[in-house]
């Protein structure tokens, strides 16, 4: 590279906060690590896939079992992994428990990565 051309980005557009512009704080660091973590599995991501696609805007536990093909212990198990991410949030309703995607925490992820 030149000493013309450079990759550095203009200072106006580091004060503006972009997410390509700001190095993450060690902090942030963690914070993605654990959602990456969440999101590394397979069962994870389609469950995660289940979940925001609903129509109705959340899910039953008991719902998800059939469509992964997985134990209920396993699928408990990977929503508990979900929801510590904080990419899904729970609530207990008599002995089930529905889980809904949480659209800031995805939004914060994502612009993460833009």
């Given at each position: 590279?030149?000493a013309k051309?450079?990759?550095a980005?203009?200072?106006?557009k580091?004060?503006?906060?972009t997410a390509?512009?700001?190095?993450?704080?060690?902090r942030?660091?963690d914070?993605?690590?654990?959602?990456f973590a969440?999101l590394?599995?397979?069962?994870?991501?389609r469950?995660?896939?289940?979940?925001?696609?609903?129509?109705?805007?959340?899910v039953?536990?008991?719902?998800?079992?059939?469509?992964l093909?997985?134990?209920?212990?396993?699928?408990?198990?990977?929503l508990?992994i979900?929801?510590e991410a904080g990419?899904v949030?729970r609530?207990k309703?008599?002995?089930?428990?529905?889980?809904?995607?949480v659209?800031?925490r995805?939004?914060?992820?994502?612009?993460r990565?833009?």
């Amino acid at each position: 590279m030149s000493a013309k051309t450079s990759s550095a980005r203009p200072a106006s557009k580091v004060c503006c906060g972009t997410a390509r512009d700001i190095p993450l704080s060690e902090r942030d660091a963690d914070d993605l690590a654990i959602v990456f973590a969440a999101l590394s599995d397979p069962v994870r991501l389609r469950l995660l896939s289940l979940i925001s696609s609903s129509t109705e805007g959340e899910v039953c536990a008991c719902d998800l079992v059939p469509p992964l093909g997985k134990s209920q212990p396993t699928v408990s198990h990977h929503l508990k992994i979900l929801f510590e991410a904080g990419l899904v949030a729970r609530e207990k309703r008599g002995v089930w428990v529905w889980y809904r995607a949480v659209p800031k925490r995805l939004e914060a992820v994502a612009s993460r990565l833009r």
